[in-house]
C-alpha cells in the first residue's frame, strides 16, 4: 500500500492561486499512474486531473483546462496540482489518489490507494 499525504490548501479569493502537493511513501512511484479527485458537501467525488507513470501523459476535466496544471516528481515522488485563476465552484476537499495501471483512469473505484484529502475554499 502506498501512503499518501496531500499538502497546500487554503482559503483563497477568486483568481487566486493554490500549488496541492501530494508525497507518496514509496520506492516504486513511478509504477503508479496518479489523480486528483475532488468532494464538495453533498456531491460525489470527481475527478480533476490525472498523469501517467511516465509524466508523458496528463488529462484534466473539462471545467479546469487552461487554469490547473498536474505535474510529478520521481525523485522526490511528490505529484502536484497547480491551480490558477481559481474559482469558488472549485472549492472541495481535495484527494489525492494512485492507481498501479498503465492508463490514467477517471473513475475512483480503480484507484487503490488515497489521501486523507486537502481543503480549498475559494472565496467569491
Known amino acids: 500500500q502506498v501512503q499518501l499525504v496531500e499538502s497546500g490548501g487554503g482559503l483563497v479569493q477568486a483568481g487566486g492561486s493554490l500549488r496541492l502537493s501530494c508525497a507518496a511513501s514509496t520506492r516504486t512511484f513511478s509504477m503508479y499512474a496518479m489523480g486528483w479527485f475532488r468532494q464538495a458537501p453533498g456531491q460525489e467525488r470527481e475527478f480533476v486531473s490525472g498523469i501517467s507513470r511516465s509524466g508523458g501523459y496528463t488529462n484534466y476535466r473539462e471545467s479546469v483546462k487552461g487554469r490547473f496544471t498536474i505535474s510529478r516528481d520521481t525523485a522526490k515522488t511528490t505529484v502536484y496540482l497547480q491551480m490558477n485563476n481559481l474559482k469558488p465552484a472549485d472549492t472541495a476537499v481535495y484527494y489525492c489518489?494512485?492507481?498501479?495501471?498503465?492508463?490514467?483512469?477517471?473513475?475512483?473505484?480503480?484507484?487503490?490507494?488515497w489521501g486523507q484529502g486537502t481543503q480549498v475554499t475559494v472565496s467569491s
Open positions: 489518489a494512485a492507481n498501479a495501471a498503465v492508463a490514467v483512469f477517471i473513475a475512483p473505484p480503480h484507484y487503490e490507494c
